[in-house]
Structures are given as structure tokens and as C-alpha cells.
């Protein structure tokens, strides 16, 4: 299912792509705008929270596991940063308990699936995250243990494929390629919400946001650096890394030869959710503004990448 919706009051338009089965919903939304843009697009793969019944009834615990998997109400963070700053905007609408959109499509526990399965490796690096149990399809949840009733049909596991995944990553490199195309240069920001770190000692301040970029591999080091120090400055403990680097949308979309930059951010919940991190406070707001303010400087410094990118060709 695809279907173009205009919103001429902000001159913005409005793709949504693929199907949830089960819900006949789309898999995402994604919104672009093509005046006064920038050249980013900030993506949420895990603040999807679409369930179909179907799938609810699978789950032993709905409720609990969609609170653990969730990027909890995320997409109220990054909804206002994007109307703020017309940057494109990726939202899944399917829910993370049903496929994990930052996994590779071949990161499957098959265990967990009835029905003829592919020839693979027991153990291989292309379904590593499934042995934790946090693969395509979640089956474990720290705390909770397994959280499906039943082992799952290929056929469902194909259909929730072909329905979500494989749109939510067309659209998103489409858009990647079109800023690119038009800038010189593009920057992907990946946004996730994480539980509160532990502290290591009673006096430790955790960070409240992590910045990924896969130990360097996935973003210029400058934008990086632009990240950590914009945070700090608004007196934001921030961490770089550790212990989140990133996951396979980094590794997929950053491709800095070609111009294309992938950052993660992780954020908090406890700097935006109730004392429950299950709803949204007024805090809320203040790290969109906050947010806001890092996407116009990280875009102002790709727009520098983009000119010197493409200052050579129009020399030519």
C-alpha cells in the first residue's frame, strides 16, 4: 500500500508505504519537504506501536514486552525536531515486537520458526543478535524471558517481511539518496530512545544521550565531534559509543565515500518519560528544543560538506 498525501499549509508531503499484516495499516510514514529543507533525515525504526490483534494475541505479555522493546513515544520527540527544522522524517508504525527494522534481514533465530527454513550456519555473523535473542524478530526480552506463546509460521514471518521491513528500508534509502543527490552530501540521524544506564559508583552521573557511529566507521568525525560537544555545552551528559554504537542501519546507510552519513542517537527515557518510562511529561518538549537546536548545527556543517562537494563539479 502506497499512497501520496499533500499538507500545503507547510508544503510538505506525505509518504506512507507498506502494510502491516494484520492491521491494514502502513508500515511507515515518511514526510519531505523540498522548500527551506535540509539535507537530513531523521529516522525512528523502533517507535512503531501499531499491534495488530494477531500479533497480541502471540505475545505472552503484550503489554510488558511492547513497554521493554518499544523506543518508547520516541516519534513525540522527533515529530516537533522535524517540524522545527524541515528535516525528512521516517516513522515505522509497525511495532519492534513484530520485526526489528535496525537488523539484518538474514539475523533470524530459525528455532523460533515453523515451516521449510533456508540452509545456514548454526552460528554465523549474520544472525548474531538473534543468539542474544534480539534478532529481526525479538524472542527474549532481559527480565521477561520468551515472549511468544508459539513458535512462529514462515509464512508469517515472510509476510512480515514483505509488508514491513523490506518498504520501511526502500523508503529510507530512497530519501537518503535524493538529499544526497540534491546536497553533496546527506546525513541519516537514527533516533532511540534507552532505559537509564546503571551507575558503575554511587556518585556516578550516567549519560543521558549516547552518540553512535559504529567506533567511527558510519559518520565524518566532525559531525561527530559537532554532536558531543553541541550536547555538553547545554549541559547534557553525553557518551560516546559506549554502549551504544549503533546497529545495522549504520552499518547498511553509512557510506561517507559516497557522502552519506549515519549517526545513532540514543536518548534517555528517563529525560522524557514518566517515572514509569511508559508515557511522555512536559520534559518532553524541552529535549525537542534541545534536539532541534543539534539538527540545524549538524545541518549547517553538512550544507559546508555538500558546497565543497560540489564546488569542483560546477568548476568543471
Known sequence: MREWKAEPARGVE??????IPGHHAPAYHLWRSDEDSLPVLIASPHCGRAYPEPLSALLRDPEQA????EDRHVDKIARPVATATRASLLLADAPRAMIDLNRSVEDIDWSMVRGAKPRQARHSLANRRSRSGLGLVPRRVPGMGEIWRRPLEKAELDAWIEGIYVPYHAALASELERLRDRWGVALLIDLHSMPPLRRTHPQDLPAEFVIGDRFGAS???GLVDLAIRYLAAHGRRVAH???YSGGYVLDRY??????IHALQIEVCRSAYLDARLDQPTIRAAAIAKLLSGLVHTLAAEVETMGRAVQMPHAAE
Open 14 to 19: 506525505h509518504l506512507t508505504g507498506g502494510e
Open 219 to 221: 559518520c565524518d568525525p
Open 254 to 259: 553509512g557510506q561517507t565515500a559516497r557522502g
Open 241 to 243: 559509543n559506549r554502549p
Open 66 to 69: 511492547s513497554l521493554r522493546l
